[in-house]
């Protein structure tokens, strides 16, 4: 799909990983709205939403005037903690929360917007609807000690990637993800540097935390790639990550 004139809504644009790639797709022409409880720093277009909310949700997509085309699921949060521990059971409400954010937020926002788009006049060549992309994570596929709540809700949407692009083909609407490795984004910016040391130890080549731009452009590639379906990317310089680090190991 052409992302040139398509309205794109990006949840979690207003930093990180989600504000490349709204700011990639308004360089390519695309009308990008930010869905996200804070307002992004650029002046991008915006739309205030807990994505949590499925009837909040409801409402902000009603307010966008033409038809969307393209959807990013980017909004996210970390969790950390064991399942249990010796003094007691683990923090089960923050396993919850993470939950609710990258997974449920994800399906609240998906369901009203691919709605949305099976309404779309076809479009380009192969008369594409719409592309949905889930930004999943590496967690997806090697979840880490401590990290319960963060893998389970990104090892679903990796899941999921498949199942909404099986539910909506029959629209001409695509789905597809990218699980990025260890990035230098504001949820990573609180790590101490010999742990960021470790982590990017982890990967093959090259041996650094991803840009979020490369995240940006490899999101415009796949949208721009109409054989590309029910595919999750990995984007992570070959790491595998071991069972733990210094940062995943509670102490």
Known sequence: MDPKG?????????????????AHLRSVGARAIVLDVHAPADGAE????????????AE????????????GNCAGVGGLG???????????????????VNLMGAVNVTSAIAHCMIGNTPDGPDDERGIILNACSIASFEGQEGMGGYTASKAALAALTLVWARDLSRHAIRCV???????????????????????????????????????????????????????????????????????????
């Open 60 to 71: 902000a997509v009603g307010r966008i005037d033409g038809p969307i085309h393209i959807l």
């Open 46 to 57: 915006f739309l205030s939403c807990d994505i949590t909310d499925a009837q909040a949700v």
């Open 177 to 251: 993800g990218i699980a990025p490795g260890f990035f230098d984004t504001p949820m990573t910016s609180f790590l101490p540097p010999d742990l960021v040391e470790e982590l990017v130890d982890g990967a093959e080549f090259p041996k650094r935390a991803g840009r979020a731009d490369e995240f940006a452009e490899t999101a415009l590639f796949l949208i721009r790639s109409p054989y590309i379906n029910a595919e999750v990317l990995r984007l992570d310089g070959g790491a595998r990550p071991p069972a733990r680090t210094r940062w995943t190991a509670p102490a």
């Open 6 to 22: 398509k309205v794109a809504i990006v949840t979690g644009g207003a930093s990180g990983l989600g504000a490349a790639m709204v």
């Open 82 to 100: 064991p399942i249990a521990k010796p003094t007691g059971p683990g923090d089960v409400a923050d396993f919850r929360r993470v939950l609710d």
